[in-house]
């Protein structure tokens, strides 16, 4: 059986885990500590990051956007008007290039920084990182985050989904970066309408409901974050 070694609160992991529960891919899912630096997993994986998904043939494939055009290219393509890649080339341009901003340059910007700071920091020893919340990195982040949920609610309030008219990656991509800020309750919902609304009909789905029963050592997440309709 294929292996998918993740984090729960990596944003790619996330992106990956809910393309698989859309795609209906059947996929043991292993918890990776990366920050251990675990040769086993470095061998998987030289740069140290997950997800890396391990086929049934025992290929190695890593990063979250390589391995989405992975399961496209091999259970996607099945899937027809389910599939989440456009058809057409301009919309596959446009899901590719917001997938890249969300788990990119968000990932950079915001999540990244938050999640290491409030959420890794205080399990990793001192000896790998781990220590006290950097309280200049958390103001920078926290001030980026405005403006990524500013462009958010615009995509969300002019088109049916994030990269037009049809539910594709770059909905999951988005979706994975803002439900690890919405575990840390970063988000003020209230001034986001359109990408509250959006958000709603995200987690709504099946594939999301492993991601809103995750829960991270010694931080619980806030009230609202499994609640459909918060």
Same mark, same amino acid.
């Given at each position: 059986?294929?292996?998918?070694?993740?984090?729960?609160?990596?944003?790619?992991?996330?992106?990956?885990?809910?393309?698989?529960?859309?795609?209906?891919?059947?996929?043991? %899912?292993?918890?990776?500590?990366?920050?251990?630096?675990?040769?086993?997993?470095?061998?998987?994986?030289?740069?140290?990051?997950?997800?890396?998904?391990?086929?049934?043939?025992?290929?190695?494939?890593?990063?979250?956007?390589?391995? @989405?055009?992975?399961?496209?290219?091999?259970?996607?393509?099945?899937?027809?008007?389910?599939?989440? %890649?456009?058809?057409?080339?301009?919309?596959?341009?446009?899901?590719?290039?917001?997938?890249?901003?969300?788990?990119?340059?968000?990932?950079?910007?915001?999540?990244?920084?938050?999640? $290491?700071?409030? %959420?890794?920091?205080?399990? %990793?020893?001192?000896?790998?990182?781990?220590?006290?919340?950097?309280?200049?990195? +958390?103001?920078?982040?926290?001030?980026?985050? $405005?403006?990524?949920?500013?462009?958010?609610?615009?995509? @969300?309030?002019?088109?049916?989904?994030?990269?037009?008219?049809?539910?594709?990656?770059?909905?999951?991509?988005?979706?994975?970066?803002?439900?690890?800020?919405?575990? +840390?309750?970063?988000?003020?919902?209230?001034?986001?309408?359109?990408?509250?609304?959006?958000?709603?009909?995200?987690?709504?789905?099946?594939?999301? $409901?492993?991601?809103? @029963?995750?829960?991270? $050592?010694?931080?619980?997440?806030?009230?609202?974050?499994?609640?459909?309709?918060?």
């Amino acid at each position: 059986m294929p292996v998918l070694y993740h984090h729960p609160v990596s944003a790619g992991s996330r992106f990956i885990r809910l393309a698989i529960g859309e795609i209906g891919y059947d996929c043991e %899912m292993l918890e990776e500590l990366y920050w251990e630096r675990r040769p086993d997993f470095l061998r998987l994986n030289p740069a140290g990051l997950p997800p890396v998904l391990v086929t049934e043939n025992t290929y190695a494939i890593c990063g979250p956007t390589v391995i @989405a055009e992975y399961l496209d290219e091999t259970h996607g393509v099945l899937k027809r008007d389910k599939r989440l %890649m456009p058809e057409q080339p301009y919309a596959r341009a446009e899901s590719r290039r917001l997938v890249s901003w969300f788990l990119d340059k968000m990932d950079h910007d915001v999540t990244t920084p938050l999640v $290491r700071e409030r %959420m890794l920091k205080p399990q %990793m020893p001192i000896t790998m990182g781990g220590g006290s919340p950097d309280s200049k990195i +958390l103001r920078a982040a926290r001030a980026n985050i $405005r403006q990524h949920m500013k462009y958010l609610s615009w995509l @969300a309030g002019t088109r049916p989904w994030l990269a037009g008219d049809k539910f594709t990656y770059a909905d999951l991509a988005a979706a994975s970066a803002v439900s690890v800020l919405d575990y +840390l309750g970063e988000i003020e919902w209230a001034n986001y309408p359109h990408a509250k609304e959006w958000y709603q009909r995200i987690k709504s789905r099946p594939a999301f $409901r492993p991601l809103l @029963a995750d829960r991270v $050592r010694a931080l619980a997440p806030v009230a609202h974050y499994a609640d459909l309709d918060f």
